[in-house]
């Protein structure tokens, strides 16, 4: 639309999802996965649980194993020692479980059967007043004033799932928008694996040491390859880097560049599967 406005249909949308949830539910960066059913969001585990949770995962039975592995593969194909510590493991993921809506003590009375419940619009989005006093609830109902700026307002009396009486001013809204505010707001928040951050680093550390291993025949190919070229500075690598290239790169940035990609944050060194912008040779695949 004129002056860099968006389209209306997605305008709408967005209004319609701020006023929903509010900005607060829009989510950080973050993974979502399926577990027991139920939609977690996978968030990264802070680095103070890291640090705090790293040796009691570290010292299970089955990754000193692969810690033992790792080594001797790493020294087979003559690569650099190094200490497994948090930073050797990267990113470590754990679930985020979803939160009710509303405190459990407005939650237990909005799921009370025998209480007037108001769903109403806010300037910041859907709320919901419990009232014991079905009139006190109708005054307040018929109170009610749309918003300056988007004309949206007003909202539902319910009682036992039973619509009372209903004042509303929709714009981008509609009935059953309300209608499933208030049945989420009714809803504990649902169960969930409990959060293990041992359990989270000792899987982490699991995949990292024996991808690793895997990776040593590969990586040590890359070092000789490279060493006998005796480059005065590192060679600049285009187009989407195997894994083997990735973990080389880490290993030594004397010797290998990555074109494309930004150094300004922590994905400095692409990640496997990602796509650098087309640019001329070379290019490496091994």
Known sequence: G????????IQRMRTKWLKLF????????ALRARTGGVGVRMVYLSDEELAANFAAATAAPEVAEAIAA??????????PHAEVTPEFLGHVFVPDPPEQLLPEDRRVRAADPDLCQLVYMTDVGMDLQTFDDEGAA?????????????GEGGGLLIR????????LMLKYMSKEDYLEFFERAKRPAPEVPGRDP?????????????????LAPAIGELKSEYEAKALASPEVI?????EALIEFAKLYPNLVTFGGCSMGGRRAI????????PTPPPERDN
Do not use: F, K, N
């Open 2 to 9: 004129e002056g860099g406005a968006l389209p209306d249909r």
């Open 270 to 277: 692409p990640q496997a599967g990602d796509e650098t912008p």
């Open 22 to 29: 509010g900005s607060s539910l829009l989510p950080p960066l």
């Open 160 to 167: 036992a799932d039973q619509v009372l009486a209903e004042h």
């Open 70 to 79: 790792w080594s001797a593969a790493w020294q087979a194909h003559g690569l």
């Open 198 to 214: 041992v359990e989270a680093i000792r899987r982490t550390a699991l995949d990292r040491l024996q991808d690793l291993t895997r």
């Open 138 to 150: 109708r005054d307040t109902l018929m109170a009610l004033l749309p918003d300056e700026i988007t």
């Open 238 to 242: 285009y187009g989407r880097p195997s």
